[in-house]
């Protein structure tokens, strides 16, 4: 009985626009495949929201940002 992990890796496309795939082109390493420049790229994004996680911890910071949400949502259709 396999017990181990297993990964499928299916192939799938996705389209981009031209100034997409060039923007994309521009960030790509040389020997980096574009699944592998999106796969680090995703990663890169993961540890910069991991890294500002707990960064209001002990300010009143995120009860404010609450606040301002609430006076925007009350705000809306109100003209």
Do not use: Q
Request: charged share 40%; hydrophobic share 35%.
């Amino acid at each position: 009985m396999y017990t181990g992990a297993y990964t499928e890796r299916m192939s799938k496309s996705i389209r981009v626009t031209a100034d997409t795939h060039a923007a994309l082109a521009a960030l790509k390493k040389e020997d980096e495949t574009f699944d592998e420049l999106l796969s680090r790229l995703l990663e890169e994004r993961r540890k910069s929201v991991r890294d500002g996680a707990g960064l209001w911890d002990g300010t009143d910071a995120a009860e404010k940002a609450r606040e301002k949400r609430n006076e925007m949502k009350h705000g809306v259709g109100s003209r």
